[in-house]
């Protein structure tokens, strides 16, 4: 009895939440004037274009963007493609919001009003004369800070700002300052290094201005002297450059004093993995060609010591630093002096051996081709041959066979387990085969 009562009282009290829900819907049925006409929701920075109908700044942005030189609802050719901040409109909005508090709905926050074009042509103006008439740093610098404010407060003044070359006008600028030389506009060099990562990716001609000798010297220079936060946005902006893969530019970071080892040092004592990160990249893209100067730059990366410590790094690290790491050793080992450090290093083979079939398809072709370069060749070293075998060399390739691989990949494990079968007879695995982490394909 006093169950069945207390389910009826459960009843009744659902069925009551039931219609106080449906009554409170249908007292916050958002008027239709207060919906954006593209995303059928709540607008929270209404704009007005020039024919007259008012929508939601993203979305009516993001119809822009796409193409469109059209209203939406009146399929009328739009006079400007600014649109209108409709105050009036939000100010309602925010009202009624505040009005139906007590129903959990929030008051819409006031937005800021985005940066006009001709604003940020009057900045990019004001930071080019500054440089040209080679006024005192201070204000420069605080030109470079408001632009910097403004672009981070929103992405359309990051496109605002990208659109009206922004990139182009810092990069000059700071090539300017660096010809000066003047320990004076360190700071203001500085505050253009962190303004320029923050408009990444750069385009192209901004990045031909960034890699000429003089930038790239201030760039190492930073590298090697300046503050936690000059040293990362350096490095970010080398990736950028070096990314374009031409020749001269490595021949020009070979020239520069310190430059590839402060870039070994990021990897040695990183400051956070995106740095890192962005270090390895500027190394691979550093060595990854076969021209005089990759091999020049392979060389005396490899005389810094960067095998041994790539295979450190390898011990414990991500998936995304491991296939960097392993892309890097592919290309150093392509040398004869880099297959020389790295066989003489104890922990090259059982790394390799580990990594295959557990990181990722990429990390499995890294490794496999490092191994077939250090393994393959005329003279065949016995005692890596058995140290692979020991470590489940030959099991581990016959699997990646077995599970699927690229055709250049299959055909170097191929040789590989022809190599090792000659020699399984002398040695006894002593690692059972660990298919826990294994990476399938299928």
């Known amino acids: 009895m006093i169950s069945t009562w207390r389910k009826k009282r459960a009843s009744r009290r659902s069925n009551s939440k039931k219609q106080i829900e449906e009554k409170t819907m249908e007292l916050l049925m958002v008027p239709s004037h207060f919906k954006c006409p593209i995303a059928l929701d709540l607008m929270k920075d209404p704009v007005?274009?020039?024919?007259?109908?008012?929508?939601?700044?993203?979305?009516?942005?993001?119809?822009?963007?796409?193409?469109?030189?059209?209203?939406?609802?009146?399929?009328?050719?739009?006079?400007?493609?600014?649109?209108?901040p409709n105050h009036t409109m939000r100010k309602m909005i925010q009202e009624w919001c505040v009005v139906n508090k007590d129903h959990g709905i929030e008051r819409i926050p006031t937005p800021r009003i985005p940066v006009t074009s001709d604003e940020v042509t009057v900045i990019l103006r004001k930071i080019e004369s500054c440089c040209k008439l080679q006024q005192g740093s201070e204000s420069s610098r605080e030109l470079v800070m408001k632009m910097r404010k403004m672009i981070k407060e929103s992405t359309r003044n990051k496109r605002c700002f990208v659109a009206n070359g922004?990139?182009?006008?810092?990069?000059?600028?700071?090539?300017?300052?660096?010809?000066?030389?003047?320990?004076?506009?360190?700071?203001?060099?500085?505050?253009?290094?962190?303004?320029?990562?923050?408009?990444?990716?750069?385009?192209?001609?901004?990045?031909?201005?960034?890699?000429?000798?003089?930038?790239?010297?201030?760039?190492?220079?930073?590298?090697?002297?300046?503050s936690l936060s000059s040293r990362r946005n350096s490095v970010f902006l080398l990736k950028e450059i070096m990314r374009m893969e031409e020749t001269w530019r490595v021949e020009e970071l070979l020239k520069i004093d310190g430059g590839l080892e402060s870039l070994v040092k990021l990897v040695k004592e990183p400051i956070c993995p995106t740095t890192t990160k962005a270090s390895l990249l500027t190394i691979y893209h550093m060595v990854n060609s076969s021209q005089l100067s990759n091999e020049k730059a392979r060389s005396k990366f490899v005389d810094l010591g960067l095998v041994e410590l790539l295979i450190e790094t390898l011990v414990?690290?991500?998936?995304?630093?491991?296939?960097?790491?392993?892309?890097?050793?592919?290309?150093?080992?392509?040398?004869?002096?880099?297959?020389?450090?790295?066989?003489?290093?104890?922990?090259?083979?059982?790394?390799?051996?580990?990594?295959?079939?557990?990181?990722?398809?990429?990390?499995?072709?890294?490794?496999?081709?490092?191994?077939?370069?250090?393994?393959?060749?005329?003279?065949?070293?016995?005692?890596?041959?058995?140290?692979?075998?020991?470590?489940?060399?030959?099991?581990?390739?016959?699997?990646?066979?077995?599970?699927?691989?690229?055709?250049?990949?299959?055909?170097?494990?191929?040789?590989?387990?022809?190599?090792?079968?000659?020699?399984?007879?002398?040695?006894?695995?002593?690692?059972?085969?660990?298919?826990?982490?294994l990476k399938r394909p299928f």
Not at 384 to 409: D, R
Request: net charge neutral; charged share 25%; aromatic share 4%.
């Open 48 to 84: 007005t274009l020039s024919t007259g109908i008012t929508y939601d700044r993203v979305s009516i942005e993001t119809w822009i963007e796409n193409g469109n030189q059209t209203c939406p609802i009146t399929k009328k050719v739009l006079k400007t493609l600014e649109p209108i």
């Open 316 to 437: 414990d690290c991500e998936k995304s630093i491991c296939e960097k790491v392993l892309g890097i050793l592919a290309r150093i080992c392509n040398s004869q002096e880099g297959r020389k450090r790295a066989n003489n290093y104890a922990l090259t083979i059982p790394i390799l051996i580990k990594k295959l079939l557990r990181v990722s398809d990429l990390a499995t072709e890294f490794s496999v081709s490092i191994l077939w370069k250090l393994l393959i060749g005329k003279n065949h070293n016995v005692v890596l041959i058995n140290e692979a075998l020991q470590v489940g060399a030959f099991q581990k390739l016959l699997l990646l066979i077995q599970v699927g691989c690229s055709e250049n990949t299959k055909e170097k494990a191929s040789e590989l387990l022809k190599l090792l079968n000659l020699h399984r007879g002398e040695v006894e695995c002593i690692d059972s085969l660990d298919l826990k982490n």
């Open 166 to 226: 922004a990139g182009k006008i810092l990069s000059s600028t700071l090539l300017g300052f660096t010809e000066k030389s003047s320990v004076y506009e360190v700071e203001t060099m500085e505050e253009i290094l962190s303004t320029l990562t923050i408009l990444l990716p750069l385009d192209g001609e901004s990045k031909s201005i960034l890699g000429s000798k003089s930038s790239l010297n201030c760039m190492i220079w930073f590298l090697k002297c300046g």
